[in-house]
């Protein structure tokens, strides 16, 4: 190799003998030389991503390869673990960059540092199964009290493996960046320990499933409540879709995954496989995960995922609200349906709707505020995707129900 040899002015490399470290300097940016492979035409650089110290930073280093012959590495995956900073790679395009602190002057220091973590599991009693708040896929959620009094739910991860460790670390990342009074706040995490741990703030009265499926007779969940819920869930997931800092499609939309708090107000939970897009992304294409009884049968086919999926979960999550009836049942013949879905669009086209609301919506609801909400269900559940609404005309539209019922 020689001065002046390389095939693209781009892959002109800067040495400086009294730095030592050779640099290539891309769109502004310097990054130094770690490799030079001749036979694979191979550059290998260091990128400029902050790895202490994060939360004084900028938000985001940002190296845009636009226009230029190199590539990121599909392959790598970087992530700085730790409770008082998270330093990530993040690819956008042809962008990658991010410097992430997710500890915010306003939140607990115990929670927000590791060195809680003796703490947390006194919190929990030594994660002990009666402080059990609920399972999934990821990992057992615990209710744990502070030595303040504060009242938390801590989400401990069931094995190690790198999938669950990706998830978590993708619910932090997502969280730290959305601000929605519907969607469930993350106040720590601690992902250094043996088994990962996110803290989040406590909602005390479970899950919407819970709610519809297992009643309080003492305390029924009235047509108010239910037109509410549904038009801040439609709110919240409008905000994911287009209001938020980034685009975040939620992907597992579901009533186990609504909560509900002291005042039965929305909270949407549970980001572990959620999505992050660009502005001019339309769908992210992925292995199909889901809930049967959720799950978009175009992304079922497709395998591309796009903000019209997530609608389609929420129209099964509104004819729940509806009918009070579960997403799979077995007590439902396979004429009838063994899907909600299904068995919701049979009963719209045979014009029997109200054999199968719920009694409390049957005797609260308007009888043309019912129709309304049905009708837009069924439109959400449209098997075209590009047929369905938005969410944003979603909540257009239930926010119009309740104000014609003076319920906002």
Known sequence: MTKGCFLDERFKIHCNSSSGVPKLTLNGTDLPVIYISVSYSTIYVKFPIAFANCGVKERSTVVDLEGSPFLFSSEDDFVERGCSNLTLMHQKNSTVGGCLSICYENRDRLIASCSGINKLDKA??????????????????????????????????????????????????????????NVVKL?????????????????????????????NEEFPLTWEMRLRIAAEVAGALFYLHSAASIAIFHRDIKSTNILLDEKYRAKIADFGTSRSVSVDQTHVTTVVQGTFGYLDPEYFQSS????????????????????????????????????????????????CLFDILDHQVVKQGKEEDVLMVASLARSCLRLNGKERPTMKEVTMVLER????????
């Open 124 to 181: 929990t009693d030594h994660y002990n199964a009666n402080r059990t708040l609920g399972q999934g896929g990821q990992g057992t959620v615990y209710k744990g009290m502070l030595v303040d009094g504060k009242i938390v739910a801590v989400k401990k991860s069931k094995v190690i493996d790198e999938r669950n460790l990706k998830q978590f670390i993708n619910e932090v990342i997502l969280l730290s960046q959305i601000n929605h009074r």
């Open 401 to 408: 129900i309740q104000k014609s019922e003076n319920l906002i």
């Open 187 to 215: 106040l720590g995490c601690c992902l250094e320990t043996e088994l990962p741990l996110l803290v989040y703030e406590f909602i005390p009265n479970g899950t919407l499933f819970q709610f519809l499926h297992d009643p």
């Open 304 to 351: 591309q995922f796009t903000d019209k999926s997530d609608v389609y979960s929420f129209g099964v999550v509104l004819v729940e609200l509806l009918t009070g009836q579960k997403p799979i049942s077995f007590t439902r013949s396979e004429e009838q349906g063994r899907s909600l879905a299904t068995y919701f669009l049979m009963a719209m086209e045979i014009n």
